[in-house]
């Protein structure tokens, strides 16, 4: 797994590579915060983080939804800035490769096995505002889609996201509550089954409307 990451941020199509030192000890960083202030400290954090970010990005504005879902899958949306994103369906978004694979990939290679806190503040994020995280970086991408979206307006309306699924590299996944599925399914144009195709090939599915 760790070699098929690698080759995945060795090729030209993928974003800038980052500095290493830097990725790794971001990592470390917040697992002292949340030595500090445990699972809902680190999850404050992540999530002021994320919004910081969004709110520093410009406001975008479409004439079409085609005009949106162009701009979006090019590259030239706020949305997707940091992500890969292709569309199998007019609302349905995917990304291709979790832009931290490789900050993750490096520490496991230089520190080790990443630390369970990692997973505990995801717990707390699902509990207690959205349940569709599954580690940490899954908060600060979410939380950044999620106050960036606010600042997309498409023919006069605001944009809007909603998570369905996440997958990270060694196979956990978290799909949006069944009470929600069905909703969210619908509103992507997306069956069960293909919603179930994409996840094995994929590191993120949301909903653009």
Known sequence: MSEEISADYSKETTHIASNLMVDVAAFLFLEDIADKQGASGMNTYLMSLASS???????????TW?????????????????????????????????????????YCQRIGEISRIHYD????????IYPGSVDSMCIIHQTFRSVAVSRINVAG???????????????????CPDE???????????????????????SCCWVVY
């Open 53 to 63: 970010l969004a709110k520093s990005m410009p406001e975008e504005a479409h004439e």
């Open 180 to 202: 929600w599925l069905a909703i969210v399914l619908e509103k992507a144009g997306l069956s069960q089954t293909q919603l179930n195709m994409m996840t094995r090939n994929n």
């Open 157 to 175: 309306r605001p944009a809007r996201v909603a998570q369905v699924a996440a997958v990270v590299f060694d196979g956990k996944k978290k799909i």
């Open 66 to 106: 085609e005009d949106f879902t162009e701009a979006l899958q090019n590259g030239t949306s706020i949305l997707s800035t940091f992500e890969e994103v292709w569309m199998p369906s007019k609302n349905c978004a995917v990304t291709k490769v979790c832009p931290f694979a490789r900050a993750w990939n490096e």
């Open 121 to 128: 503040v995801a717990d707390y994020y699902n509990s207690n």
